[in-house]
């Protein structure tokens, strides 16, 4: 440990080693790392930062390994090759480093974001991934079988209530039996000009008509089996009987880390159904699993940040803060406060604090949009330090182009004053900060594109993002659905996923840098 090390990507190569019985300690500094603290829009793997720290163009591993099919393990390259690529990786390193980390010491907070959480956090994530959690497989294989029997039922009822069989899996057969054959009318399309079967289509479709609600039904348990019951249990270490999640420092542009292989992130919560896979992750004998959350954290962030007095006089008080919200926004006494009013009221308060407009409001409540601009006005009249916050925001990501958190780290958005950018739109700073939101949710993104239902926490996550990323009919001329604006290279920038692995370790795949667009 009095050795210290610098290194990219070092929790990697931690892993590596410690599958060898070595224990990597002195650990110093990461420049993976330390590119994410400073420029966490852009990629962090060596080739790109060399290149565009340094000025330097690297050997690549498929330069030396070659690619695709007739790629080889590193353990097969010739020696001297083997050589100067990894003489040639630590030599990058070290300059990278030595061009990277005055630039944050320079900056205190950014400083702190790097020393005092990145860093220990990776060796924390190094243990979390090593140790891995505990499944009951048996559990998870019952609950298969009894999804299969529900997800059979279905599919009989779907094809009695269409009056012949037909593949619930396949658009086209559903577009023939729900606009064709039962003769209900197409709300959308899709890019290609045929009738949309999306899950927002079914989901209205379904207020009226028996089979999209069966269908739906369908889709959301058939994901639950494919994704996790089925799924899970093959993915535990034979070794540890664990599953064994890697955890992302340097993925999501606000912050947060990204859980993979499997995601632990997005392990359904709000149905009765995925209650019971959480219920597979166990404990061993004599420990417990701890699970804790803050209260309305997102919104006593805002209240601290916005000092707006409404807002801090609310949690002084100890008050419901949706409920309070529901007093201003519906204008009703605190006792006459409805279930509904209070849920509508949540859907405003966390909504409208990450820029939820109006047509997103309106498609998460199902109310008109006049409606829920009025709503959204109440809001803010209501807790106008919140607005002022928001609008001085905007303005300091349009200075200097990025915002800040509370502790420093920043969110870039650097499109936000292109005059020529795709980003082209009277809203221009939310849809670049939406850009964000869909990093973190990539998976869903990934999800939409193959055309796969959506858990509760995808929908809610989905609601968001129409929010975010919707165009609004007068300015385009035209209503969009949230695929077609993803999917759209004119509204959504590029945005990598970078990791940058030692690859010279064969134990582990080598992902490559992956583009969502």
């Known amino acids: 440990p009095e050795q210290l090390k610098i290194g990219q990507n070092l929790k990697y190569d931690k892993h590596v080693l410690a599958n060898h019985g070595i224990a990597l300690n002195g650990i110093a500094h990461d420049t993976l790392l330390q590119s994410y603290v400073l420029e966490s829009h852009r990629p962090h793997n060596m080739d790109d930062l060399a290149m565009r720290h340094l000025g330097v163009k690297t050997i690549t591993f498929e330069e030396v390994a070659g690619k695709g099919a007739k790629q080889v393990g590193f353990n097969q390259v010739a020696l001297d090759v083997a050589t100067e690529y990894a003489a040639e990786d630590a030599d990058i390193t070290l300059q990278l480093h030595q061009a990277l980390h005055p630039q944050i010491t320079r900056d205190e907070k950014l400083n702190h974001i790097y020393r005092d959480l990145e860093m220990p956090v990776l060796d924390i994530l190094f243990r979390i991934e090593r140790n891995g959690v505990m499944l009951d497989s048996a ?64 989901q209205e479709l379904a207020l009226d008509h028996p089979l999209p609600k069966v269908l739906l039904e369908y889709r959301g348990l058939s994901k639950l089996k494919s994704t996790y019951t089925d799924k899970l249990p093959k993915m535990g270490d034979p070794a540890t009987g664990r599953v064994h999640t890697s955890y992302s420092q340097a993925v999501a542009v606000t912050g947060r880390l990204a859980s993979s292989d499997p995601n632990l992130q997005n392990i359904p919560v709000r149905t009765a159904e995925g209650r019971r896979i959480r219920e597979a992750f166990i404990a061993p004998m004599g420990s417990v699993i701890v699970s804790a959350d803050y209260s309305q954290i997102a919104l006593r962030i805002m209240a601290h940040l916005s000092r ?24 009703c006494a605190r006792s006459e406060v409805s279930s509904e009013q209070r849920r509508y009221a949540k859907v405003i308060n966390f909504g409208l604090i990450y820029g939820m407009s109006a047509f997103g409001l309106a498609s998460q409540m199902g109310v008109e949009r006049s409606a829920a601009q009025s709503y959204i006005d109440r809001y803010f009249a209501r807790y106008p330090g919140v607005a002022d916050y928001m609008q001085r925001t905007r303005q300091t990501a349009h200075m200097q182009g990025y915002v800040e958190t509370l502790f420093g780290r920043r969110l870039w958005v650097p499109e936000i004053n292109s005059p020529t950018g795709k980003w082209e739109h009277p809203d221009n700073d939310k849809h670049n900060l939406g850009n964000a939101y869909v990093l973190e949710h990539k998976e869903l993104y990934d999800s939409i594109r193959a055309g796969k239902p959506m858990n509760d926490a995808e929908r809610s996550a989905y609601s968001a993002l ?52």
């Open 139 to 202: 559990m998870l294989q019952a609950q298969s079988h009894e999804l299969g029997q529900k997800i059979l039922e279905l599919e009989q009822q779907a094809h009695a209530l269409a009056g012949q069989p037909f593949n619930l899996g396949s658009p086209k057969q559903l577009q023939e039996i729900l606009f064709g054959k039962l003769g209900i009318k197409p709300l959308k399309k899709t890019p290609s000009g045929a009738p949309s079967t999306d899950e927002d289509v079914l």
């Open 308 to 331: 707006d007095p409404g807002l801090l006089q609310a949690f002084a008080a100890g008050e419901d803060i949706h409920r309070a919200t529901a007093v201003e926004i519906f204008g």
């Open 466 to 517: 129409m929010g975010i990323m919707g165009r609004e009919a007068a300015y385009t001329g035209q209503r969009l659905t949230w695929k077609q604006m993803l999917e759209s290279k004119q509204n959504l920038q590029p945005a990598e996923y970078a990791w940058a692995p030692n690859p010279a370790a064969t134990e582990v795949p080598v992902p490559g840098t992956k583009r969502i667009v």
